[in-house]
């Protein structure tokens, strides 16, 4: 019976000796190897010692070699690579490194039954070869991973449209070329409302309680002075039709506003007194005076259907955003969320979305695996919920009164987003693709009984 050498001397046979010789060959041997059979010989040897005598010797007293092959990559993919990054993100998705590592299993096993041989290429045409191989299986599983990672919904392409008699209220939006625009809920009567001078961009709109009204940023007109790039704007009133148009923000400029459900105060993120590093959470009238800064710092402020409350996204100066909630006057700030610091700082955390229409919950995103994903939690910060499972980014923008919540959806490399609607414990998804065209963030106003 043969001995079973130690893991050390192991990687010595695969790799040779001293690190700066095994360093070298951990890139060299597996590219420059013969087969694709033979580039897993060399390749981290570490795993290739346990996966060896821990899984497929056991299993090639079972199976022929070509099965017990399979499964070993299989297995390693599963256990080793997706099981380990469902833990750490707190939810299980597309399997891809399983996916990948069974590509790569076939590729071995059709390596063996070819008597693939290429030692008297060159390295160059060897290394392209067993890199092809890689890139190949890589390029496979990322075209059909999404697929995959919505079979828990639904393909993103093949959802069935809202029905556009179900759609009520306008819909206040930005278009691609940066002037805001006004359309029924259905599609129908869109127009124009805004046109920025050429370059300046307005969006972000937000209507008034009654409807009559948006407030929107811009950068036109006076912009604020940004020495620390927090990214001030403008802030400007205007009317449906158009007319009335009139800056309202403070000299400091200010981010996200939005109206109080009694239309009486706009709250929005402006310059911090004192301190123009932070932006607080602050308060001003429709006219743009009265201006008060609630000390609580923040952005994406969105009042409770009532007005006493407001949650708002905010980070104790680490960049990991959460979802915090307060009184509308500024008290009892709490932290309703508590997501897991991801580099680079402030590009992750979590993100506020809308109130429900009876004020007891929450729909918020946050980033989990890469991908922004909703979740809808109690006012409290209790019983939260995961409901989208994309890959991808998806930002809540309003809950409608028949309780659906309204959602866009970015691909990784599209430029606009695609919208839809979805319930609150994630059923009934349907598409919205009149609103194609439309950027993120938009406006649903719907009339109050």
Not at 56 to 63: A, G
Not at 159 to 183: F, L, Q
Not at 224 to 241: K, Q, S, T
């Amino acid at each position: 019976m043969r001995r079973r050498p130690g893991l050390g001397e192991y990687i010595e046979r695969r790799l040779g000796r001293g690190a700066t010789t095994q360093l070298r060959n951990l890139l060299v041997r597996p590219l420059g190897a013969a087969s694709f059979s033979q580039f897993w010989r060399y390749w981290n040897p570490v795993y290739g010692y346990f996966l060896s005598y821990y899984a497929y010797r056991p299993l090639r007293l079972v199976f022929p070699r070509p099965v017990a092959v399979l499964l070993t990559f299989v297995g390693c993919g599963f256990v080793l690579h997706d099981l380990v990054g469902w833990a750490v993100a707190g939810h299980a998705r597309f399997p891809e490194m399983t996916a990948m590592f069974a590509l790569f299993g076939v590729g071995v096993v059709l390596s063996d039954a070819l008597r693939l041989d290429l030692a008297h290429y060159p390295f160059t045409v060897r290394a392209f070869v067993n890199a092809g191989c890689i890139a190949a299986s890589v390029a496979t599983v990322h075209v059909l991973a999404p697929a995959g990672a919505s079979a828990a919904q639904s393909s993103p392409t093949s959802i069935r449209p809202a029905a556009r008699s179900s759609m009520h209220g306008r819909i206040a939006y930005n278009s691609k070329r940066g002037d805001i625009w006004v359309m029924r809920a259905d599609g129908a009567h869109r127009r124009r409302v805004t046109r920025g001078p050429r370059g300046k961009v307005d969006f972000d709109p937000d209507f008034s309680p009654d409807g009559k009204r948006i407030v929107f940023r811009s950068e036109r007109g006076r912009q604020p002075p940004d020495p620390y790039g927090v990214g001030y704007n403008a802030i400007f009133v205007v009317r449906l039709d158009g007319t009335h148009l009139r800056q309202i923000n403070p000299r400091s400029g200010g981010l996200f506003p939005t109206w109080s459900p009694r239309g009486n105060e706009i709250a929005f993120s402006g310059a911090a007194t004192g301190n123009p590093m932070v932006d607080d959470i602050e308060l001003m009238s429709p006219s743009g005076t009265n201006v008060r800064d609630l000390g609580v710092p923040g952005e994406e402020a969105m009042w409770s259907p009532d007005g006493s409350r407001i949650a708002y996204a905010s980070h104790r100066g680490d960049g990991n955003w959460a979802v915090w909630v307060m009184g509308a006057n500024g008290s009892s700030p709490r932290q309703l969320t508590f997501p897991v610091l991801t580099p680079p700082a402030g590009m992750n955390g979590d993100s506020t979305g809308a109130w429900s229409p009876d004020g007891s919950k929450i729909v918020y995103s946050s980033v989990i695996g890469g991908d922004r994903e909703l979740y809808v939690m109690n006012v409290d910060g209790s019983d939260k919920r995961r409901i989208t499972h994309w890959h991808g980014g998806d930002a809540p923008n309003a809950w409608l009164p028949d309780g659906r919540i309204v959602f866009a959806h970015f691909a990784r490399s599209a430029p606009l987003p695609r919208w839809y609607l979805i319930r609150a414990d994630g059923t009934a998804l349907r598409s919205l693709p009149w609103l194609y065209g439309a950027s993120d963030p938009l406006d649903w106003w719907t009339a109050h009984p």
